[in-house]
Nanobody
Framework: QVQVVESGGGSVQAGGSLRLSCAAS????????MAWFRQAPGKQRELVAT???????NYADSLKGRFTISRDNAKNMVYLQMNSLKPEDTAVYYC???????????WGQGTQVTVSS
C-alpha cells in the first residue's frame, strides 16, 4: 500500500506564488511516475503536470511557463511551483502516484488552492 499526502496549499492574491509538496510513502519497490491534477468547483478533474521517474516533464498547455513540476526520488516527493497565480487556478490540487508496470494509481486527499483577485 502507498500513502500519498499533499501539503502547501492556501490562499494567495492574484500574481502570487505557492509551492505544493507531495510525499509518497509505504511499499514502494520502483520509482513511479508522479503527477499533479486539479479540480475546480463544478468542473472535472484535469491534468496539471506529470513527471517521469527519470525527470521528463509534461504540462497542460495553458499552464506552461507558470507552473513547474519537480521531484526528489530519494525522498519520494514531488513538488509543484506555481507562479503568477490567477483566480482561475483556484481548485483542489491532487497528487497522483502511478506505477505503470503494475497498473496502479494512488491519490492524495488534495490540498486547496484559492487565488483571489
Amino acid at each position: 500500500q502507498v500513502q500519498v499526502v499533499e501539503s502547501g496549499g492556501g490562499s494567495v492574491q492574484a500574481g502570487g506564488s505557492l509551492r505544493l509538496s507531495c510525499a509518497a510513502s509505504g511499499t514502494i519497490f520502483t520509482i513511479p511516475a508522479m503527477a499533479w491534477f486539479r479540480q475546480a468547483p463544478g468542473k472535472q478533474r484535469e491534468l496539471v503536470a506529470t513527471i517521469t521517474s527519470r525527470g521528463s516533464t509534461n504540462y497542460a498547455d495553458s499552464l506552461k511557463g507558470r507552473f513547474t513540476i519537480s521531484r526528489d526520488n530519494a525522498k519520494n516527493m514531488v513538488y509543484l511551483q506555481m507562479n503568477s497565480l490567477k483566480p482561475e487556478d483556484t481548485a483542489v490540487y491532487y497528487c497522483n502516484v502511478h506505477f505503470a508496470q503494475y497498473g496502479l494509481d494512488y491519490w492524495g486527499q488534495g490540498t486547496q488552492v484559492t487565488v483571489s483577485s
